[in-house]
């Protein structure tokens, strides 16, 4: 078996006092580890095996991108990379997780960067520059996720905190006074526009089509000049409809219209080029696909509309210097212009942790191997002849596949008894996979569905 080594295996290498890493022939080093070790000391030794044990010797492994034959970092998704990687990092999962829409699954590193800061915490009683260094490193992590600066995230403890930010940092008394949402956003996001119709706000909520999507027309026809944000998610949380994201910033943007995008629901398993498709606002919690803990989330802002955003919601970490215990509002002029408080250190070990995992593996070859298991299931619900909602196009589908039944709740509540982790949401159950699920998996909870169905 293949083992997978990433930078994580040379911290807690050095932690424990090691300064070589002994790895066999198909073993693979990420180019973030050799970096790591380069800068730490650490050798990395490639045993070759050779006809006797006697006449083994030893070699300094290549960075993981000639050992894969490869220019790019990551893996060849393969299933036995696959296999390894899943043995490495969830050797933990005792159950077929397909909730990945609504919890990820538990990395082994993760769980370990939640017991550092504890042990952290017991030992040190108060730790605050390393835990604000970690911080910064999770927000530096977000920020190549997305093809962003650092220095353009922010950090926060949900996505409903964050839009509410950027709400409150709107001035609706003039003309442009109007914001387009939709109703295949989680509802928390038009929750917060709604709210903010007191203040002068006019909110236009783009309906959801029978067939479970929006199509481009609708934005052009729902945003005009007097639109100041469109409000959108990249997928859809019910059915995983995947919005082209790029195209609907062009429209707004032809408008004059700011674009804000919930990734929540795809990031992690979508690429996202904040750059490239010219989104000016992208916020994202970490608990789904990023594979972390709930009370942790990322805002990026374009650095050209910064200035524009004028938060009431805001607090001393939105300020240009938190430690200058001023009273009076300066706000910082680079992306923690939409914090608020103490940022969530506990929280942003497993994320910086999970994060990593996801950038080594390469979230190309995620997206790849997640649209691979999206056209299996989509074969294997209608094989199956169950009331499938989510049959578009793989280009516009993201890894969510929702079947209709009658009583949700009770649909994964008996999964679950067969060791199926899946997601129920209004009257669909959620069949949600990451990267690490395999097709026999897949096919195991689609029988169990159809035998709880009774079909």
């Not at 580890?33 to 045993?47: E, F, K, Q």
């Not at 970490?286 to 805001?314: Q, S």
Request: charged letters at 25%; a negative charge.
């Amino acid at each position: 078996m293949r083992t997978f080594y990433t930078a994580f295996d040379i911290e807690r290498l050095v932690d424990r006092g090691g300064q070589e890493l002994v790895i066999e022939d198909l073993d693979i080093v990420t180019d973030e580890a050799c970096d790591l070790a380069d800068r730490m000391g650490v050798a990395i030794i490639r045993r070759t095996s050779l006809p006797t044990a006697s006449s083994a010797v030893t070699e300094i492994a290549p960075p993981a991108s000639e050992a894969t034959g490869s220019g790019t970092k990551g893996f060849d998704a393969t299933a036995s990379d696959i296999a390894a990687i899943r043995q490495r990092e969830f050797a933990t999962l005792h159950k077929i997780h397909l909730a990945n829409c609504s919890q990820g699954a538990q990395p082994v590193r993760a769980a370990e960067a939640i017991s550092a800061f504890v042990a952290n915490w017991r030992d040190e009683g108060m730790d605050w520059d390393y835990w604000m260094t970690v911080v910064e490193e999770s927000k530096a992590m977000f920020a190549r996720l997305i093809n962003a600066d650092p220095e353009d995230i922010a950090i926060s403890f949900s996505v409903s905190s964050l839009v509410g930010t950027v709400a409150s940092a709107l001035d609706y008394r003039g003309m442009r006074n109007k914001v387009v949402t939709t109703e295949i956003d989680f509802p928390t996001v038009p929750n917060v526009w709604f709210a903010h119709e007191r203040l002068g706000a006019q909110v236009d909520l783009i309906p959801v089509s029978s067939q479970g999507d929006i199509r481009l027309e609708e934005y052009e026809r729902h945003i005009d000049g007097k639109t100041a944000m469109t409000s959108i998610p990249l997928v859809y949380y019910r059915n995983g409809f995947k919005q082209d994201v790029a195209e609907i910033a062009r429209i707004a943007h032809q408008s004059g219209s700011l674009v804000l995008v919930d990734a929540y629901q795809g990031l992690g398993t979508t690429p996202l080029d904040v750059k490239a498709m010219d989104l000016d606002i992208v916020v994202s919690g970490c608990l789904k696909y990023l594979m972390g803990v709930p009370g942790i989330a990322f805002a990026y802002t374009k650095k050209e509309i910064r200035d524009l955003l004028k938060p009431t919601a805001t607090g001393w970490f939105g300020q240009v210097d938190p430690f200058a215990f001023d009273y009076h509002v300066n706000y910082a002029t680079d992306g923690r212009r939409l914090e608020t408080g103490t940022p969530p250190a506990t929280a942003a070990f497993p994320a910086k942790a999970s994060m990593e995992l996801l950038l080594e593996v390469g979230i190309d070859r995620v997206s790849q191997r997640c649209d691979a298991l999206s056209m299996h299931c989509i074969e294997g619900a209608k094989a199956r002849r169950l009331p499938l909602i989510s049959d578009f196009d793989i280009a516009h589908k993201a890894p969510t596949t929702s079947i209709t039944v009658p009583d949700a709740h009770g649909m994964e509540a008996a999964l679950k008894q067969r060791g199926i982790v899946a997601s129920a949401r209004g009257d669909v159950i959620r069949l949600a996979h990451h990267f690490f699920v395999t097709e026999e998996e897949i096919d195991q909870a689609l029988d169990s569905i159809q035998e709880i169905l009774g079909r």
